[in-house]
């Protein structure tokens, strides 16, 4: 009993700690957001990923003409279920997500932040190249009108908001 009790605890820090990568607690965008993507559904794997069976998988399915369901990391215990929305700015591809539910815990509770962004890299029609907001970065400090502002500006340098990323490959259909 202790051990699933201590079990459960440290479940639940993981769960925190996850939702610690969001940094706001609204949205960045509310205009301006693309139409989904369809060449974007389906099921991506790491790229660095050597055995299959331990890989991070995510799987983008579209849910209306506006928004995707994202669950990552696929296939794990404490993966995630995001609202995700296309945003474009300064002709790059960002996708904004909102934390819907984890695996493991359920909704999360109102006092986390549930707002994200990810900076998505087309790399051809199976590659697409992920970079999440840098925990060290300034983006991570601002409210979202300032983080809007600041990634609006022609001026500012994306290098220093985002972290270097990780690239993942469309599985073939079968």
């Not at 301006?32 to 389906?42: M, V, W």
């Not at 983008?60 to 404490?78: K, N, Q, T, V, W």
């Not at 962004?117 to 991570?140: H, M, S, Y």
């Given at each position: 009993?202790?051990?699933?009790?201590?079990?459960?605890?440290?479940?639940?820090?993981?769960?925190?700690?996850?939702?610690?990568?969001?940094?706001?607690?609204?949205?960045?965008?509310?205009?301006?957001?693309?139409?989904?993507?369809?060449?974007?559904?389906?099921?991506?794997?790491?790229?660095?990923?050597?055995?299959?069976?331990?890989?991070?998988?995510?799987?983008?399915?579209?849910?209306?003409?506006?928004?995707?369901?994202?669950?990552?990391?696929?296939?794990?215990?404490?993966?995630?279920?995001?609202?995700?929305?296309?945003?474009?700015?300064?002709?790059?591809?960002?996708m904004q997500l909102r934390v819907l539910?984890?695996?493991?815990?359920?909704?999360?509770?109102?006092?986390?932040?549930?707002?994200?962004?990810?900076?998505?890299?087309?790399?051809?029609?199976?590659?697409?190249?992920?970079?999440?907001?840098?925990?060290?970065?300034?983006?991570?400090?601002?409210?979202?009108?300032?983080?809007?502002?600041?990634?609006?500006d022609p001026d500012t340098d994306w290098?220093?908001?985002?972290?270097?990323?990780?690239?993942?490959r469309r599985l073939k259909r079968r």
């Amino acid at each position: 009993m202790k051990l699933r009790s201590a079990f459960c605890k440290f479940a639940m820090l993981g769960v925190v700690l996850l939702l610690n990568a969001c940094h706001f607690e609204s949205a960045v965008f509310t205009d301006n957001l693309a139409k989904t993507d369809g060449s974007l559904a389906g099921i991506w794997i790491a790229q660095d990923a050597g055995d299959p069976r331990t890989a991070q998988y995510a799987v983008f399915a579209p849910i209306d003409g506006d928004r995707y369901l994202l669950h990552h990391p696929a296939r794990s215990s404490d993966s995630f279920y995001y609202e995700a929305r296309s945003v474009k700015c300064r002709d790059r591809m960002l996708m904004q997500l909102r934390v819907l539910a984890t695996f493991n815990g359920g909704p999360p509770r109102p006092e986390f932040k549930r707002f994200t962004l990810l900076w998505l890299e087309r790399k051809g029609d199976d590659r697409l190249f992920v970079r999440p907001i840098d925990g060290d970065g300034g983006l991570a400090g601002m409210t979202p009108a300032d983080a809007r502002k600041a990634l609006e500006d022609p001026d500012t340098d994306w290098e220093s908001f985002f972290d270097k990323g990780q690239e993942y490959r469309r599985l073939k259909r079968r």
